[in-house]
C-alpha cells in the first residue's frame, strides 16, 4: 500500500525560507506527477505546485518565484523549497502523488506551516 509522508512544518517569520519534504513508499510504480496543496483555516483546500514525470513543474501565481519544487534521483521524494515566506502562506500543507494520470492519487497527513508577521 502506497505511503506519503510530510515532513518540515514549522513557525517562521515572514520573510523566512521552509523546506517541506515528501516521502513515498509502498509502490513498485513510478509516479506521473507530485503536487502541494494547502489549507488555511477555513478554508478550502488549494493546489500550490506539481512536479511531472518529464520533469516539468508547474506554479500557483502567489507562490510563483518563492517556491520551488524538486524531488531526488529515485523519485521517492519531493521538496517543496518555500522562500521569502508571507502569512497569507500559513496553512497544512499535504503532498498528493499520482501513479496514473488522472486519477484522485495518495495523500499524506499534511504538515503544519505558520508564518508569523
Known amino acids: 500500500q502506497v505511503q506519503v509522508a510530510e515532513s518540515g512544518g514549522d513557525l517562521v517569520q515572514a520573510g523566512g525560507s521552509l523546506r517541506l519534504t515528501c516521502e513515498v513508499s509502498?509502490?513498485?510504480?513510478?509516479?506521473?506527477?507530485m503536487a502541494w496543496y494547502r489549507q488555511a483555516p477555513g478554508k478550502q483546500r488549494e493546489w500550490v505546485a506539481g512536479l511531472y514525470s518529464n520533469g516539468f513543474t508547474k506554479y500557483a501565481d502567489p507562490v510563483k518565484g518563492r517556491f520551488t519544487m524538486s524531488r531526488d534521483k529515485t523519485g521517492n521524494t519531493n521538496y517543496l523549497q518555500m522562500n521569502s515566506l508571507k502569512p497569507d502562506d500559513t496553512g497544512l500543507y499535504f503532498c498528493?502523488?499520482?501513479?496514473?494520470?488522472?486519477?484522485?492519487?495518495?495523500w499524506g497527513q499534511g504538515t503544519q506551516v505558520t508564518v508569523s508577521s
Open positions: 498528493n502523488v499520482k501513479f496514473v494520470p488522472n486519477s484522485v492519487g495518495s
Open positions: 509502498g509502490s513498485i510504480r513510478s509516479s506521473v506527477a
